[in-house]
């Protein structure tokens, strides 16, 4: 129970308790003030009748006593009258049997006037000659007394109305603050850092408002001074000083991470953009000019990247440039690489170097290592100087599926015929047991073999077919969560960015989660850094959809942007996961080391639970526990296992 209601029971029950007395003080008093004036004007009559009758009794004149008693008793205010001599013998008796009118039967049960009766010996000298007993009737009191307890309670509610209304509006206006400051640690806890504007006149409120202030901006400083550390950190450490691209550490940590990315099938292609007569440029234009130059090629190099999905753009030696594109097969490399060509042209009419660049490109898959990779590359680039006219070249591989029209025969048919197959890895804690379990999807090319799944999910992407297929894997799931209640754990299905920023895709998932509202907390999404911070409103709005559902969402790849950290206090995120760049090979990399144990430090205090994943060893699991990551995910735990089993 809030405060609030708790004074205003107290203050209700109080004023209840004073009203109540007070009611049942004023109604008491007035049935003891008409007890006893009934009383007193019972026997005065009685005395008054009394000395009134003594010459007609002594004459023996009882028509003029009768006369006189009746115009007494008609009176209505007695019920009993009776004139007798001392004797015994009765002259003249009256009786009122007239009911009580206009008083509930219940009031007069539980509120009793006694009726008193007098008596009034009638003397003739000194002579006792007869004996008046008169006895009161209690209707005149008990409607007096109904019709003033009427009114007691009337204005008793009506003041106990206006009483809690006043202090109603007073409480109101007091604790107003205390609301605030609630508003205030809630949004806190949502990752934002208001400060209530109207302080309080009461002195110990507004202690409370101006120390929740100071926390408040306290908090925000230590994260925004935390967030920009380890962002300033992660620059130095893996960002070139000139370009701001990855440097070469970077490079070999994203590209290894590519290749052994099991979820993802490790395929994918790299292309080395080298630059032609670098120093002879140094020599005419100068150095400004070369760094600027430099500068140019690599913005150029991010535009054109930014069309793939997780692509990484770097500078892995002084003339050298590398793009990783994580999940392309030839046909794919063939459009980066013309894209990349087309780029160099263009800086190179601006700049009027007539052969600015070469771009080569070598495809690898899981079991490729970097330095055949980097001899491929090499070859492909040699091809492309040989050709001219900042030209690339591609190094021939076979690939799942030849072109676009075939990829997008094979996707869509997979579609259409329902024919995806779901496979789900477990997400552990700390005490092995799951906390969700990610879904991974596989389909078949016409030889019957699985494709490597990072290669489809990419063309799915490029051919528009995306929203298709998280639309039936969400299907898949929900079905599989509502068909075996409390058998699975809560799935995740990966969304495309496409997906996330589509307003049909979210009006779908609106109404899917209106038609199946038992998913709740059991249906996840994650969604890729990369995805989620290339609009970060949309992205927002996308969370909000799914929270509102008490849905969850994971970041995934955490840590392959440089401008992640920002990000974090913007989108309301449940998890993020850590890109496997970070994770691999955690035993041995302090660099890496202390920059998890920062990030997990920023998202803890976020309220934010921290992944990891690609573990694949006990050492690694330790490594992650030591650092206060208590959530993985890795084949060390499970490999992925068929949902329909």
């Given at each position: 129970?809030?405060?609030s209601?708790q004074?205003i029971?107290?203050?209700?029950i109080t ?6 007395g007070?009611?049942w003080i004023s109604?008491e008093?007035t ?8 009383a007193?004007?019972t026997?005065?009559?009685a005395?008054?009748?009394g000395l009134s009758l003594v ?7 009882v028509?003029?006593?009768d006369?006189?008693i009746?115009?007494?008793?008609d009176s209505g ?6 004139l007798?001599k001392?004797?015994g ?12 009118e206009?008083?509930p ?5 539980h509120?009793n ?10 003397t003739t ?5 007869g004996r008046?007993?008169?006895?009161a ?5 008990y409607?007096k007394?109904w019709e ?9 509610l009506?003041a106990?109305?206006?009483?809690m209304?006043?202090?109603l509006?007073?409480l109101?206006?007091?604790l107003?603050p ?6 205030q640690?809630?949004a806190i ?8 504007g109207?302080?309080?006149r009461?002195r110990?409120l507004k ?6 202030n100071r926390?408040?901006a306290k908090?925000k400083?230590?994260i925004?001074k935390?967030s920009?550390r380890?962002e300033?950190?992660?620059?130095d ?9 990855a440097?070469?550490r ?18 994918g292609s ?14 005419q234009?100068g150095?400004?000019?070369g760094d600027?130059?430099?500068?140019d090629?690599a913005?150029?190099l991010?535009v054109?990247a ?6 990484t753009?770097?500078?892995i ?9 994580p ?10 690489g013309?894209?990349i060509?087309?780029a160099?042209?263009e800086l190179?009419?601006t ?19 970097i330095s055949e990779?980097m001899v ?10 040989h050709?001219?006219?900042n ?5 021939n ?8 029209i075939?990829w ?7 579609i259409?015929?329902?024919s995806?197959r779901?496979?789900a890895q477990?997400v552990l804690?700390r005490?092995h047991?799951?906390?969700y379990?990610?879904?991974?999807i596989?389909?078949?090319d ?6 490597a799944p990072g ?9 528009g077919?995306n ?7 969400i ?26 920023r ?7 998932l609106?109404q899917?989660y ?5 998913l709740?907390?059991q249906?996840?999404f994650?969604?890729?850094?990369h995805?989620?911070?290339q609009d970060?409103t949309?992205a ?7 929270h509102?559902h008490r849905?969850?969402v994971v970041?995934?790849h ?6 992640s950290?920002q990000a974090?206090r913007q989108?309301?995120?449940d998890?993020?996961?850590l890109?496997g760049?970070y ?17 997990t430090?920023?998202?803890?205090g976020l309220d934010?639970?921290?992944?990891a994943e690609?573990?694949?060893t006990?050492a690694d699991?330790?490594?992650?526990q030591?650092?206060?990551i208590?959530v993985?995910?890795?084949y ?10």
């Amino acid at each position: 129970m809030t405060l609030s209601r708790q004074l205003i029971t107290l203050i209700s029950i109080t004023f209840l308790l004073i009203f109540s007395g007070t009611f049942w003080i004023s109604v008491e008093n007035t049935r003891s003030y008409l007890m006893l004036q009934l009383a007193t004007q019972t026997q005065n009559t009685a005395n008054s009748l009394g000395l009134s009758l003594v010459p007609h009794l002594q004459r023996g004149d009882v028509a003029a006593m009768d006369t006189m008693i009746n115009a007494v008793f008609d009176s209505g205010y007695y019920k009993s009258l009776s004139l007798s001599k001392m004797s015994g013998k009765v002259l003249i008796e009256r009786e009122n049997t007239s009911r009580i009118e206009g008083v509930p039967q219940w009031f007069i049960e539980h509120l009793n006037l006694q009726t008193p009766h007098a008596e009034s010996i009638i003397t003739t000298g000194w002579i006792q000659a007869g004996r008046l007993t008169l006895v009161a009737h209690p209707g005149f009191a008990y409607k007096k007394l109904w019709e003033t307890t009427q009114q007691t309670l009337l204005w008793s509610l009506l003041a106990f109305l206006v009483s809690m209304i006043a202090v109603l509006s007073i409480l109101r206006a007091i604790l107003r603050p205390l609301k605030a400051v609630e508003d205030q640690a809630l949004a806190i806890c949502e990752r934002d850092f208001p400060i209530v504007g109207q302080i309080p006149r009461t002195r110990e409120l507004k202690r409370m408002v101006l120390a929740m202030n100071r926390m408040s901006a306290k908090l925000k400083s230590i994260i925004s001074k935390l967030s920009e550390r380890a962002e300033q950190m992660r620059r130095d450490a893996l960002a070139d000083p000139l370009t701001g691209l990855a440097n070469r550490r970077a490079f070999n940590a994203m590209l290894e991470h590519a290749i052994h990315d099991r979820e993802q099938g490790g395929a994918g292609s790299l292309a080395i953009i080298r630059i032609s007569g670098f120093a002879d440029y140094n020599r005419q234009h100068g150095i400004q000019a070369g760094d600027d130059l430099l500068i140019d090629i690599a913005n150029k190099l991010s535009v054109t990247a930014a069309s793939w999905h997780m692509a990484t753009v770097a500078r892995i030696t002084g003339t050298d440039f590398a793009v990783i594109l994580p999940q392309t097969d030839i046909t794919l490399a063939h459009e980066a690489g013309q894209a990349i060509s087309s780029a160099v042209i263009e800086l190179a009419d601006t700049t009027g170097v007539v052969e600015l660049a070469h771009t080569g490109i070598a495809l690898f898959h899981h079991d490729s290592r970097i330095s055949e990779i980097m001899v491929d590359a090499d070859a492909a680039l040699a091809t492309a100087s040989h050709s001219g006219g900042n030209s690339y070249a591609v190094q021939n591989k076979t690939s799942a599926a030849q072109g676009n029209i075939a990829w997008k025969q094979l996707i869509e048919k997979a579609i259409q015929s329902n024919s995806i197959r779901l496979l789900a890895q477990p997400v552990l804690n700390r005490q092995h047991q799951v906390v969700y379990s990610e879904i991974l999807i596989r389909i078949r090319d016409q030889a019957d073999s699985d494709i490597a799944p990072g290669i489809f999910s990419a063309m799915a992407d490029r051919l528009g077919l995306n929203e298709s297929l998280d639309q039936l894997t969400i299907m898949q799931a929900s079905a599989l969560i509502e068909a075996h209640k409390g058998k699975h754990s809560p799935l995740a299905v990966n969304l495309s960015p496409h997906s996330i920023r589509s307003p049909t895709f979210n009006h779908w998932l609106e109404q899917h989660y209106l038609q199946h509202a038992g998913l709740g907390d059991q249906l996840l999404f994650e969604i890729s850094e990369h995805g989620l911070l290339q609009d970060i409103t949309q992205a927002a709005a996308f969370i909000t959809l799914v929270h509102a559902h008490r849905g969850k969402v994971v970041m995934e790849h955490f840590g392959t942007r440089l401008s992640s950290f920002q990000a974090l206090r913007q989108l309301k995120v449940d998890y993020i996961k850590l890109s496997g760049s970070y994770t691999r090979d955690i035993t041995v990399n302090s660099d890496n080391r202390f920059f998890l144990q920062t990030v997990t430090d920023i998202a803890h205090g976020l309220d934010i639970e921290v992944i990891a994943e690609q573990i694949e060893t006990a050492a690694d699991a330790e490594a992650m526990q030591a650092l206060g990551i208590n959530v993985m995910q890795g084949y060390y735990f499970g490999e992925p296992a068929s949902l329909q089993a």
